[in-house]
């Protein structure tokens, strides 16, 4: 039976990294662009067999976007920040409501900024960055924090990777 030194010098604290795209100017032009693209889908009708679908160019267009906005794509990586940090952290933004164990407004970013680890931002840094992204993004990376701070599971799940291996082992036989 290992004893506990030995467990704690193999321990790591808990990681999780999440993307967020940064440039929502593009994100609302593919969002246009798409609209765009269905309407001309439901209404166009060939007036011959040589010609050419108008949706082509809106397509190409959308796909030379999403590559522009795959590049603008940030990752953020948080950590784990220990029990008493973590406990202390919840202590200062106290709820005012007894049926939450925190303030909804301060505490998200507190604890984003907290667990970050790159990059390293502070409160004053994650209040700006929540300026720019919406709702959304934030709770995508407030989820993040939480899950580091609070999962219980031991080793993430990925459907895709256990889709492929799957498909490769099925695929051998």
């Not at 032009?29 to 809106?58: C, K, N, Y």
């Not at 667990?115 to 409160?123: A, K, L, R």
């Not at 004053?124 to 989820?143: C, E, H, S, Y």
Request: proline share 5%.
């Amino acid at each position: 039976m290992p004893d506990i030194k030995a467990l704690l010098a193999k321990a790591t604290p808990r990681e999780r990294t999440v993307k967020v795209m940064l440039d929502g100017e593009t994100a609302g032009e593919i969002e246009r662009l798409e609209a765009d693209l269905l309407t001309v889908s439901e209404d166009w009708q060939p007036s011959d067999l040589a010609e050419q679908h108008p949706g082509r160019d809106l397509a190409a267009r959308i796909a030379e976007l999403r590559e522009k906005a795959r590049k603008s794509e940030a990752e953020f990586r948080f950590r784990y920040i220990g029990d008493e940090a973590y406990s202390s952290l919840l202590a200062e933004h106290p709820s005012t409501d007894n049926n939450q164990a925190f303030d909804s407004e301060s505490f998200p970013r507190a604890l984003i900024a907290a667990s970050c680890v790159d990059p390293v931002m502070s409160e004053a840094d994650a209040r700006d960055l929540f300026k720019v992204i919406n709702q959304g993004q934030i709770q995508t990376l407030f989820d993040a924090a939480w899950d580091v701070h609070n999962s219980a599971s031991l080793v993430p799940f990925s459907l895709a990777a256990s889709a492929l291996l799957a498909a490769a082992v099925g695929g051998e036989k």
